[in-house]
């Protein structure tokens, strides 16, 4: 939770700004990787909170509404 609140995860878009890589798009669905798409709003990312929060997506969990 530290990284994400502070934009320190290791996303593309964070390596492109270290130099790291020059692209900032994620490999798994080609849009620009931040923090809020890497967590939230990738699609495919979607696809497995959809999975652990049984049905409800990101929105369901992060709405504090996890295992209700």
């Known amino acids: 939770l530290y990284r ?4 320190s ?3 593309n878009a ?3 700004r270290k ?3 020059v692209d900032p798009t994620s490999p798994l669905c080609l849009e620009e990787e931040d923090v809020s798409h890497a ?3 990738c699609v495919k ?3 497995v909170w ?4 049984e049905g409800k997506g990101p929105t369901g969990f992060f709405d504090g509404e996890f295992g209700n």
Do not use: F, P
């Open 19 to 21: 130099r790291m890589v």
């Open 9 to 11: 995860l290791l996303t």
């Open 45 to 47: 990312v979607c696809e």
């Open 50 to 53: 959809r999975k652990i929060t």
């Open 39 to 41: 967590l939230c709003s």
């Open 4 to 7: 994400v609140a502070h934009n």
């Open 14 to 16: 964070n390596r492109v």
